[in-house]
Nanobody
Framework: VQLQASGGGLVQPGGSLRLSCRTS????????VAWFRQAPGEEREGIAW????????QYIDSVKGRFTISRDNTGNTVYLQMNNLKPEDTAVYYC???????????????WGQGTQVTVSS
């Protein structure tokens, strides 16, 4: 599974961005997709997940209510809508595909390249 992440950028606090995770194939609907982020000097952390069986969604507490993960109708693109962004959201964001809603980055087999999100005034 080849993934391509995009949509990062520089935004002011309180602003919004939408990240996209696309695959050129048609297998993404059969995998759980997760968004991770990694700030400098920090471990890569999972922040949002969408299941492939039932579309179940999960978020970590720090993004709950601000971020929304979703799939398009084909299932081949997964989005992360990020609203009310805060400076502490600054990180490189990655999408990953795997067999379940794993919490650790090393449990995922496929990764997109990172996209930088910077929240600053």
């Amino acid at each position: 599974v080849q993934l391509q992440a995009s949509g990062g950028g520089l935004v002011q606090p309180g602003g919004s961005l939408r990240l996209s995770c696309r695959t050129s194939g048609s297998t993404l609907p059969y995998y759980t997709v997760a968004w991770f982020r990694q700030a400098p000097g920090e471990e890569r952390e999972g922040i949002a997940w969408i299941g492939h069986r039932d579309g179940r969604k999960q978020y970590i507490d720090s993004v709950k209510g601000r971020f929304t993960i979703s799939r398009d109708n084909t299932g081949n693109t997964v989005y992360l809508q990020m609203n009310n962004l805060k400076p502490e959201d600054t990180a490189v964001y990655y999408c990953a595909a795997g067999d379940d809603m794993f919490r650790k980055w090393y449990e995922y087999r496929w990764w997109g390249q990172g996209t930088q999100v910077t929240v600053s005034s």
